[in-house]
């Protein structure tokens, strides 16, 4: 028999913890694990916005038939004015190219996928620690895998020196997967002028950014969080970012996300455009239509678009609240443990530097579930069970 002698898989390291919460009946449980925001209700909100523009495309559409193998031209031309700005070189020189890719994951993989086409003996290099699927996408498409040093734990910020040490090294041809901001699961970036550091390592070196830039506009605003992104584009001629409105449009389950590449020129980003649209073809065929719309929609008209850019400052000022919130109220019991780094982390996530066993304790005996190497989700604290929280954290450091 094929399936008899099958061990079952891990539960997902992030979306497994999801579906443990939903099977605990405790009435004070809190699911920190997946990077979803909640508001102060706990919902994760349908934004204004996107409701407007589906009301829009529900009396607007015409047909449902497919759409091309790397998406609509129109969401993709979003997509590279969000990423790069309306009159960024490159896209002038007409060497941009992008597929929209069901999520950010889907941007991913694709990337990963047409690389095992072109670049099959390449390593991949990621941050230490990244996101728990990085390595999965990247090992799934086949690639051998390196980390170079990111976090400090005596700091809780950046390791420059030694990843600047480690990307010196990095060969020629390889592949350097970097967070351009927010970064999961820390919350510590880079600076601009370490960004300007880095892109002169990559070009003296030879090897390729591939950006992940999944939280654009929940760090600072949308132009300051694609700055490490420009940066490296004036020092590289070729990388790929994949991208994703799960998080800056809330669209989470619509996987509405892309994966662009810049080339050297517009000959080489034709033809390598061409071996992404075999490689979607033969994995999904073309992309799921409605997120893509409701971005089109959204960035397609003056008013939706102020509406949506409220709508995401409005996430991000409450997230900023909260780690302000968090650091007082862990202050106030008296931790033996200074937390203010957690007003310095951007986007999302804090790392909280709380262990395994910590950790454990949280889930088990408190209902608290945040993901393994403590990553919290503070864009889903609602501030009523901040003390709550805060409370059990304090009896966590105790174990
Ligand atoms: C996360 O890191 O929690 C999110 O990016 C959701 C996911 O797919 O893991």
Redesign the pocket.
């Known amino acids: 028999m094929l399936f008899d002698k099958i061990t079952p898989a891990p539960p997902d390291a ?2 497994g913890l999801t579906e443990a919460f939903k099977g605990d009946s405790r009435p004070d449980k809190m699911n920190l ?3 979803v925001y909640q508001d102060e209700s706990g919902i994760t909100p349908v934004l204004e916005s996107v409701k407007a523009a589906e009301d829009r495309i529900r009396t607007a559409e015409k047909t449902k038939s497919y759409l091309p193998i790397s998406g609509a031209p129109e969401y993709k031309a979003h997509v590279q004015d969000l990423l790069l700005g309306a009159a960024h070189p490159a896209r002038m020189e007409d060497r941009v190219r992008t597929a929209h890719t069901p999520g950010g ?1 889907g941007g991913l993989r694709v990337g990963a996928e047409f690389l095992k086409r072109i670049a099959p003996n390449a390593t991949v290099w990621v941050s230490d620690p990244t ?3 990085h390595p999965g996408i990247f090992s799934g498409a086949g690639f051998a895998m390196e980390t170079y040093p990111y976090y400090q734990p005596s700091t809780q910020g950046l390791d420059y020196a030694a990843m600047c040490d480690t990307l010196k090294r990095v060969p020629a041809g390889d592949i350097v997967l970097l967070h351009v901001c927010c970064h ?1 699961p820390t919350g510590v970036d880079l600076t601009t002028e370490q960004w300007k550091e880095v892109g002169d390592i990559a070009a003296a070196q030879g090897w390729i950014p591939f950006l992940d830039f ?1 939280y654009q506009g929940l760090g600072e605003d949308l132009e300051t969080d694609r700055a490490g992104l420009l940066q490296l584009l004036e020092a590289v001629p070729e990388l790929f970012v994949a991208s994703s409105f799960s998080k800056n449009f809330g669209l989470y389950r619509e996987r509405t996300g892309a994966m662009t590449l810049v080339a050297s020129d517009k000959e080489s980003a034709a033809a390598a455009f061409s071996h992404v649209e075999k490689t979607i073809r033969v994995i999904y065929s073309n992309p799921p239509a409605h997120g893509g719309q409701i971005v089109t929609t959204i960035l397609g008209d003056a008013a939706l678009r102020a509406q949506w850019e409220e709508e995401v400052k409005a996430i991000r000022d409450r997230i900023k609240t909260v780690r302000s919130a968090f650091v007082k109220e862990l202050q106030a019991r008296g931790v033996d443990r200074d937390f203010s780094f957690i007003e310095r982390q951007k986007g999302m996530f804090s790392f909280s530097g709380l262990t395994e066993e910590q950790v454990t304790f949280l889930r088990e005996e408190k209902g608290i579930y945040i993901v393994k190497g403590g990553r919290i ?1 503070v864009a889903g604290i609602p501030t009523a069970k901040l003390p709550y929280l805060c409370d059990s954290i304090a009896e966590s450091l105790q174990k």
């Open positions: 992030i979306m694990g997946v990077g994951t996101w728990a699927n999961n999944a989700n």
